[in-house]
C-alpha cells in the first residue's frame, strides 16, 4: 500500500510502499484511512529536526491527524464496528511498571519519556492507506462529522488545556455566577496567541465556554483569519496596531492567556499583560533560538503578588478526544462556514511535497487517503 513517509537518513519525504497491516490480535481493528490533517509537527518532522523511525526501518510513516473507516475488526474487539468512522489517539504508553502516568491510562501524562508516538516516535503514522490498531486508541465519531472530523486530534490540545484551567482554577473563586442560557466563563476574558489552526480551534472552543476571546497576531486587520474569528464572535487584535504594553488596556484583566505559537519571547513579554488569578497555557514547542532578556523580578513579583498560575500541556488522553468529537459537532452546528474555512484543502498523496516542505497557504491542509 502507499504511505507517506519520511528517511531521516537520507533526509528524504516519499510516498513509500508500505506493507499493508493485518489485524493479527483479537482485540486489533484495521482501518481504511480516510484524511490526515497536515500540522507544524509533520513539517518539522520532514525538515528532520525530530521524529524517529521504528525499530528495524530505516523510514518513518508520518501523519497523527487522522480519519479512518473499520473495515474489519478482532473477535474480541467491542468499541468499534465494521464501517464506524473513528479517529485513533497518537500516543501509546511507556513499558514501564513503575508509570503511574501510563499505567492508569494517563500516557499524555508519562513520567519515563519512553512513550511512543504514531506518525512521529518509534512508531507508523496514518497518512497510510491502511492501518491496524488496537481498539482501546479508536475515538468512534458521528457519521455526520464525516467532512470535520480530521479537526478533532488538533482541538484535542485545547480540550486538555481547558480541563486543567477549570481543574487548577478551582482553587480560588474563579466561578463566574450562573447566568442562565450562558456558559460557564462568561465573567472571563481569555487571549490567545497566534491564528494558526491551535489557535483558532482554542479561540472556538473559549468561546464555546463562554470566554470573552481575543486573538492577538501579526497580520494586519482584517485578513481572512480576522474575519473568521469575528464571525464566531471572537475579537482580533493585530500586533501590528496593538503593543504588547497596551494588551490589558484593549481587554481588561486577562484571566486565561492561551499561547499556540510557539515564539517564547512573545510569551514571555504577554505574560507581563496576564491579569489578577490569571492562568497562562503554554502549547507550543519552540526551536532552540538562544536567550533572550526577560524581565524576571516583574514576573516573579506578578506571579506572586497576582496569585498566577503557568502551566504546560502536551499530547491529549481519551477524555479530550471525547470532549473533542463532541465539540467539533457543537461547532459545526453553531458556526458551519468558520469551520468548514478551517480546512483549505483536500488534497491527494502525490501533493505531499508541497504541503509539507512548502510553505502552503491557508490554514489546515488536509490530505486524502482513501
Ligand atoms: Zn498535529
Ligand atoms: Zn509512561
Known amino acids: 500500500m502507499k504511505a507517506i513517509a519520511v528517511y531521516p537518513s537520507k533526509r528524504e519525504v516519499e510516498i513509500v510502499n508500505h506493507e499493508e497491516p493485518k489485524v493479527a490480535r483479537p482485540n486489533e481493528v484495521k482501518l481504511r484511512m ?20 521504528p525499530a528495524n526501518f530505516d523510514y518513518l510513516v508520518i501523519g497523527h491527524e487522522s480519519l479512518g473507516e473499520v473495515i474489519e475488526v478482532g473477535r474480541a474487539v467491542t468499541r468499534v464496528k465494521v464501517g464506524d468512522l473513528v479517529v485513533p489517539m497518537v500516543r501509546r504508553p511507556c513499558p514501564h511498571a513503575s508509570c503511574m502516568a501510563c499505567t492508569s491510562g494517563h500516557q499524555d501524562f508519562c513520567f519515563t519519556g519512553d512513550f511512543q508516538e504514531r506518525g512521529i516516535k518509534e512508531m507508523h503514522g496514518f497518512m497510510a492507506e491502511f492501518v491496524v490498531d488496537d481498539e482501546k486508541y479508536m475515538n468512534p465519531v458521528p457519521k455526520e462529522l464525516r467532512d470535520v472530523a480530521v479537526l478533532v486530534e488538533p482541538l484535542t490540545i485545547a480540550e486538555k488545556a481547558l480541563t486543567q484551567v477549570w481543574q487548577v482554577q478551582q482553587r480560588l473563586p474563579w466561578s463566574c455566577a450562573v447566568e442562565p442560557g450562558k456558559a460557564q ?9 497566534g491564528a494558526g489552526p491551535v489557535g483558532l480551534l482554542g479561540a472556538m472552543a473559549l ?36 503593543a504588547v504594553e497596551e494588551l490589558s488596556k484593549v481587554i481588561g484583566n486577562i484571566d486565561l492567556v492561551y499561547e499556540a505559537t510557539g515564539a517564547s519571547s512573545l510569551s514571555f513579554a504577554v505574560m507581563n499583560a496576564l491579569g ?13 533560538k ?13 506571579l506572586v503578588l497576582k496569585n498566577q498560575v503557568v502551566f504546560g500541556t502536551v499530547n491529549a488522553g481519551r477524555d479530550s ?12 452546528q453553531r458556526w458551519p462556514d468558520a469551520v468548514r474555512a478551517l480546512i483549505t484543502g483536500r488534497f491527494p498523496m502525490e ?20
Request: glycine letters at 10%; aromatic letters at 8%.
Open 34 to 53: 480516510l484524511e490526515a490533517g497536515v500540522c507544524g509537527t509533520d513539517k518539522e518532522i520532514c525538515a528532520f529536526q525530530y521524529g524517529t523511525p
Open 185 to 193: 466563563a462568561h465573567c472571563h476574558r481569555a487571549l490567545v496567541l
Open 207 to 242: 468561546v464555546n465556554n463562554a470566554f470573552d476571546t481575543f486573538v492577538y497576531s501579526r497580520e494586519a486587520a482584517p485578513n481572512p483569519k480576522s474575519a473568521l474569528l469575528e464571525s464566531i464572535g471572537a475579537h482580533y487584535i493585530s500586533s501590528e496596531k496593538v
Open 276 to 288: 489578577t488569578n490569571g492562568i497562562f497555557v503554554f502549547t507550543g514547542v519552540p526551536g532552540r
Open 290 to 302: 538562544g536567550p533572550i532578556e526577560v524581565d524576571t523580578d516583574l514576573l516573579m513579583r506578578d
Open 321 to 332: 478526544f471525547e470532549n473533542s468529537i463532541r465539540d467539533v459537532g457543537i461547532f459545526a
Open 351 to 370: 501533493a505531499h511535497r508541497d504541503l509539507l516542505l512548502g510553505r502552503p497557504e491557508g490554514i489546515k491542509n488536509v490530505i486524502k487517503l482513501g
